[in-house]
């Protein structure tokens, strides 16, 4: 019994933080209204993004990762690939809503050299992960990560947490709780249009 205290402190402290996060007002400068840059920025299609419509341009971490056979694996190792890397844990039932979403999408979006992947963070062992995604039917790819490192390097601030990163390997968007098939496939559409042919 005791060892399910920390798990359950994890899920509502990220619960926590979720609800805090996306109730905090976010006003700066770059929030106020300015009409020259209107009809260039792209309304928000969720009330968990962190970017607020408008487009990021952060090269992404070099952290690795495990894979759930054991390697390692970096998202230099898909450049040239768009990448949708979602950070969540077996522990937390928001991620738990979202994977059904992520599966439709990874079936939409796999032949159009798109990648979905998803990070557990603090979610036991590689088997343990394995049993998990084959029990909701996960067909996207599972690495191993640190909360240390999702914190720390990709400015996670709760889970679900899911990046956009570009075949460049740039971070064009970031989204906070869980996501819909349709706000990231409208998201990935977007995006494709941006980049050069």
């Not at 090269?59 to 969540?88: C, I, K, M, Q, Y």
């Not at 077996?90 to 979403?101: L, S």
């Not at 939409?108 to 998990?132: P, Q, T």
């Not at 790819?141 to 601030?157: K, R, Y």
Request: hydrophobic share 45%.
């Amino acid at each position: 019994m005791p060892r399910f205290v920390p798990q359950l402190l994890v899920g509502v402290g990220a619960a926590a933080i979720i609800l805090g996060a996306l109730s905090l007002p976010r006003r700066g400068p770059q929030d106020q209204p300015d009409a020259s840059s209107e009809s260039s920025a792209e309304p928000a299609r969720t009330r968990g993004n962190l970017a607020l419509g408008r487009w990021l341009a952060k090269p992404a971490p070099r952290t690795p990762f495990e894979t759930l056979d054991g390697s390692l694996v970096r998202l230099a190792d898909h450049t040239g690939t768009t990448v949708v890397l979602n950070f969540w844990g077996t522990w937390c039932a928001p991620c738990r809503r979202e994977i059904p979403e992520l599966i439709e999408l990874y079936d939409e979006v796999s032949d159009r050299g798109v990648i979905v992947v998803g990070v557990a963070i603090e979610s036991g062992s590689a088997d343990a992960i394995r049993a998990f995604a084959d029990e909701l039917g996960i067909n996207y790819p599972i690495w191993i990560g640190s909360a240390e490192a999702a914190v720390e390097d990709f400015g996670t601030i709760g889970y679900p947490f899911t990046v956009l990163i570009d075949p460049r390997g740039i971070i064009r968007k970031e989204y906070l709780g869980p996501q819909s098939r349709e706000t990231l496939a409208q998201a990935l559409a977007d995006l494709a249009a941006l980049e050069p042919s």
